[in-house]
C-alpha cells in the first residue's frame, strides 16, 4: 500500500518538474528577440549652386550713364565715371565725376526765345566724394543653379557742381544697390540727390537735383 502511493507521488512529482522544465524554455523561445530590418537612410538630392565671390581686391572703377534733373532746368542725360575702395565688408568710399546739360526753364519756353544761359553755361559737371554703406548684403538667384552677391548700399557725400558760370558746394545723398555678375564685375543702379544753394534765377534757394543712373565697375 505504501509503495504504491510512493509510486503515484514520484510519477505526479516527475510530471510535475517535466512541466516546469518545459515552461522556460517555452517563455524563451516565445520572447526571442525580433529581428530588425535594416534602417533604410534616404540621400538628400542637393542642387548644385555657383556662387560668385568678389575678388580679395577692395578697388572698383567703372563708368555710368544716366538721367540727371536739374531743378528749374528739366532733365538730360549725364555720363560718369566712379572709383571706390572698399574698407570693410560694409563700408566703402567713393569718388565720382560726372557731366550733364541744363535744359531750358519754363521761362525761356514761354518766352518764345529769351536764353538765360548761353550754350557754353549749360554744360554742367560735378564731382564728390561719398561715404557708402553696404546696409542689406545678400544673394540674388537666377532660376535654381545661380546664386549672385549683392548689396543695397546707402550714400552720403561732399563735393562741387559747375553750371551757369559758377561753382557750388554740393551735398549728395542716395541709395544704390550693386549686382556682383562676376567675381571682378559689378552692375550698379543709383538713385541721387544732388543739393545746393544757388540764386541763379533770383532768389537764393536750395535746389534738390535727382539723378537716375546705371554702370558697371571692375575690381581689382
Do not use: C
Not at 504504491?4 to 520572447?31: D, H, S
Not at 566712379?82 to 560694409?90: I, L, N, S
Amino acid at each position: 500500500m505504501e509503495s504504491g502511493i510512493f509510486g503515484l507521488f514520484l510519477k505526479r512529482a516527475l510530471v510535475t518538474a517535466t512541466l516546469v522544465a518545459a515552461v522556460p524554455a517555452v517563455a524563451q523561445e516565445e520572447l526571442a528577440p525580433l529581428e530588425l530590418e535594416p534602417l533604410v537612410v534616404r540621400e538628400v538630392e542637393r542642387r548644385e549652386v555657383d556662387v560668385d565671390r568678389i575678388d580679395t581686391e577692395d578697388f572698383e572703377v567703372g563708368l555710368y550713364a544716366g538721367v540727371m534733373n536739374f531743378e528749374d532746368f528739366g532733365s538730360d542725360g549725364s555720363v560718369g565715371i566712379r572709383a571706390a575702395y572698399h574698407v570693410t565688408e560694409d563700408f566703402f568710399v567713393e569718388a565720382m565725376y560726372g557731366e550733364s546739360e541744363l535744359g531750358q526753364t519754363s521761362f525761356e519756353d514761354l518766352s518764345g526765345g529769351a536764353q538765360l544761359l548761353t550754350d557754353s553755361e549749360r554744360e554742367a559737371s560735378y564731382y564728390n566724394v561719398s561715404l557708402g554703406w553696404n546696409v542689406l548684403p545678400g544673394e540674388s538667384f537666377i532660376w535654381d543653379r545661380w546664386a549672385f552677391k549683392g548689396s543695397l548700399y546707402l550714400l552720403a557725400g561732399a563735393g562741387s557742381t559747375e553750371f551757369g558760370g559758377d561753382d557750388v558746394f554740393t551735398v549728395n545723398a542716395g541709395l544704390g544697390y550693386r549686382f556682383v555678375a562676376k567675381d571682378w564685375l559689378a552692375l550698379h543702379v543709383t538713385v541721387r540727390d544732388h543739393m545746393f544753394e544757388s540764386d541763379l534765377l533770383g532768389e537764393s534757394e536750395t535746389k534738390h537735383n535727382v539723378e537716375v543712373l546705371g554702370g558697371f565697375t571692375i575690381f581689382f
